[in-house]
C-alpha cells in the first residue's frame, strides 16, 4: 500500500499527459529538440517521482523525493512559460497547466512539511 492517495496519483499522471501533449504541439511548430527533451524529461519526472515517493521506504525518503517532485514542477514550469514568451503556444493555452503545476507544488509543498514536522517530533 502506497502513502499517496490514488486521486492523487492519477491527476499527476493526467499532468505528465498534459505536458507531453504541449511537447507534441511544440514539436509540431519545430521548435529545438533539445527544448522539446527539456520539458519531456521535466514534465514526465513529475509523475515518476511522485510514484517513487509513494512507495518510498522511509518518511526521509518520502520528503526527499517530494523534494525532488518539486523542482521539476518549478522547471516544467520554466519551460512552459518559456514556450508563451517566445509566441510559440498562446498564453491561455498554456495557463490551465501552469495553474495545474502551481497547485501541485503547493499540495507536496504542504505534504513535505507535514512529514518533516512528524519526523523532527520523533527525534529525541
Known amino acids: 500500500m502506497g502513502r499517496l492517495r490514488i486521486d492523487l496519483l492519477d491527476r499527476v499522471e493526467t499532468f505528465c499527459d498534459r505536458v507531453m501533449l504541449t511537447v ?3 514539436a509540431a511548430k519545430r521548435v529545438s529538440r533539445r527544448i522539446l527533451d527539456q520539458i519531456t524529461g521535466a514534465g514526465t519526472s513529475v509523475g515518476a517521482n511522485c510514484f517513487e ?7 526521509k ?3 526527499k523525493v517530494l ?9 516544467t514550469r520554466f519551460w512552459l512559460r518559456l ?25 507536496f ?4 512539511a507535514r512529514t518533516r514536522v512528524k519526523i523532527n517530533l520523533k527525534e529525541p
Open 109 to 112: 509543498g504542504s505534504m513535505i
Open 83 to 107: 514556450a508563451i514568451r517566445r509566441g510559440w503556444i498562446p498564453a491561455p493555452r498554456l495557463e490551465p497547466l501552469l495553474a495545474e503545476a502551481q497547485e501541485l507544488k503547493l499540495i
Open 53 to 59: 515517493a509513494d512507495e518510498a521506504m522511509s518518511a
Open 61 to 63: 525518503d518520502f520528503c
Open 24 to 26: 507534441d504541439a511544440l
Open 67 to 75: 523534494s525532488i517532485l518539486v523542482k521539476e514542477l518549478n522547471e
